[in-house]
């Protein structure tokens, strides 16, 4: 993986421009760092939310090594499937670690990228060593995040209907986490990310959204989505300290996490909403690292 900031931190995005061909997909990916094995699953609109924020705090490079991979639908990344469940992208998942000859990783997710790491974690627990849910966006069940949710979905999707995908794009994004996180974003991400956002911007809704509505898991039916066992790795559910003050539904995904998975330790991050290692990337990437030598994979 080939880092573009060689001039004077005027740019820290990744490129991603290696090519894994699965059975009925292509998957680009990149790797950055060394050590033992992280891989990152990122979430919808900015494929690169993860790795470049992280760059800021670079010793966590020194001590792993990070695998990060466009989802299918996403900069060149293809499947042969037109829509792609979040059985599918785990499947996904388990076909890439086989490709790069891993046995066993730790698991980054983000936001969307969380339901595919839970369905990793359900359908091929062997596979992973821990797991880190910066704030998986798993299916909401109060009502009021139920309302919150949706209001920010059917504002978005008015704008996108209308043909304006980078405002569809960016309504989303501060309707989950606020105004303040599209300046985040333009501080902590490749300096072509919003063009990246928009050519994903299709894909979002009509790949993802549908693949999050027709997923199985609820948090209050999860043990019946209990495959073999219940994941029992080590788990980190982030969360960022703001995240419930822009719309409901953090609070009780966090409850959720430390309640149906015993092992699980929890984490805050001050300073954030739901763009948490965007708006607050050194303290993400330090608890993170605490976390990860805590149960070294070797």
Known sequence: MELYNKQNGRDWGVNLDQRAELDGASLLYGRHGKGEPVLVIHGVLIADAVIPPLQLHPE???HYEFIGYYRAGYHGSTCDEKQVSIETCAEHVKQLLDYLELEKVHLVSYSFGGLVAMQVMLSYPERVHTSVMLEPYLPRESQTAIED??????????????????????SYQAGIC????????DLTCSRDVWDKVTAATNTVFTVDMPAYMNWGFRPSQADDAIISKKPDMPVLAV???DSESVVAGFRETQAFLLDWLPQAERCGIPY???????????????????FLQKHPLT
């Open 149 to 170: 949710n949706t209001r920010a979905f059917t504002e978005a999707f008015a704008l996108y209907e209308q043909g304006h995908l980078l405002a569809a794009a960016q």
């Open 272 to 290: 954030a909403t739901h763009g948490l290692q965007m708006m607050n990337p050194s303290a993400v990437a330090k608890s993170m690292l605490h």
């Open 178 to 185: 606020g105004d303040r996180f599209l300046a985040s974003v």
């Open 60 to 62: 966590i490079f020194e």
């Open 239 to 241: 969360m960022g300290a």
